[in-house]
């Protein structure tokens, strides 16, 4: 079982950057892959990126590669997501996940552990 604590959400006008970060607690963190979603209001959760229990490995949704960055680190049990060059479409609720496959799904529904979210909001 694991715990998680996002923050790092905000207000931030377009073309501005944030950091997220989640802190995990509980089974051993380099057990678990992880990776972000967000959801926005009135659309179902979607998957934004992932990375292997070493870190070695990152996926990223097509709507953020090239402007958000998913690392970790194992010895402070926190999983961070650099959000740069940020719009409006990006708004959301963002959530941080934690699975015990090898691989993080991309299905929300599939995901076995869950942070509260952070909200993000993106001004024009």
């Known amino acids: 079982q694991v715990q998680l604590v996002e923050s790092g959400g905000g207000l931030v006008q377009a073309g501005g950057s944030l950091r997220l970060s989640c802190a995990a607690s509980?089974?051993?963190?380099?057990?678990?892959?992880m990776g972000w979603f967000r959801q926005a209001p009135g659309k179902e959760r979607e998957f934004v990126a992932r990375i292997s229990r070493s870190g070695a490995t990152t996926y990223y949704a097509d709507s953020v590669k090239g402007r958000f960055t998913i690392s970790r680190d194992n010895a402070k049990n926190t999983v961070y997501l650099q959000m740069n060059s940020l719009n409006p479409e990006d708004t959301a609720v963002y959530s941080c996940?934690?699975?015990?496959?090898?691989?993080?799904?991309?299905?929300?529904?599939?995901?076995?552990?869950w942070g509260r979210g952070t909200q993000v909001t993106v001004s024009s």
């Open positions: 996940a934690a699975d015990s496959s090898l691989v993080l799904p991309t299905i929300s529904s599939q995901i076995d552990y």
């Open positions: 509980g089974r051993t963190f380099s057990m678990w892959a």
